[in-house]
């Protein structure tokens, strides 16, 4: 993969990744708790309404839409054997820094503020993980997040090259090649 190539993935991916957190926002959000509403009033109404749940939906929601988008990833560079480590590590630290940094900053905003309430929002797929700290559960959700879309690729990559063991076979030394060749014309003459 060339630098230009690299570089259009890499954006690719995190606009994926950005429209795959919205979507588990509304999920989470909205989507959920306007289905649950439908449930007669109870205990079991108001236990899946809590805000824990709701979180975990959002989080299962976009974990399900970056999934497949990094086994499909795997499964195209094994393909077309442009493997690189490199690239998708790196990929994956720029997906994860975007998504962390913004987090260190909310405290420097006044918490009746407009941009707290788009942390409330923003990182509303974070809220279940254990902890008060807001941007302890933000790095854990972020980190389990890429290690699960790391363990995804990776997989899928294996997977493909053990279906198609051509994939990442080592080639030929072009001496060998040559030797070869010279043999076989002069057993010919």
């Not at 790196?90 to 820094?97: D, E, N, P, Q, W």
């Amino acid at each position: 993969m060339d630098s230009f190539q690299f570089l259009m993935y890499t954006l690719g991916r995190i606009a994926v990744m950005l429209a795959a957190i919205a979507f588990g926002v509304m999920a989470g959000t909205v989507l959920y708790p306007a289905v649950t509403s439908l449930l007669p009033d109870g205990s079991l109404r108001n236990s899946l309404m809590s805000e824990t749940l709701r979180s975990v939906i959002s989080y299962v929601v976009i974990a399900a839409m970056l999934i497949p988008v990094f086994f499909d990833d795997g499964k195209k560079h094994a393909a077309y054997e442009i493997w690189s480590s490199v690239n998708i590590t790196i990929t994956l630290l720029f997906m994860a820094m975007i998504c962390f940094i913004p987090s260190i900053f909310r405290d420097s905003f006044e918490p009746e503020g407009k941009a707290n309430a788009f942390y409330k929002i923003a990182y509303f797929p974070a809220a279940w993980f254990g902890g008060s700290d807001f941007v302890a559960k933000v790095l854990i959700g972020v980190t389990v997040m890429t290690a699960l879309l790391l363990v995804t690729y990776v997989l899928s990559f294996k997977h493909y090259a053990k279906l198609h063991p051509v994939i990442l076979r080592p080639a030929k030394p072009r001496e060998e090649e040559a030797d070869t060749e010279e043999a076989d014309t002069e057993d010919m003459n």
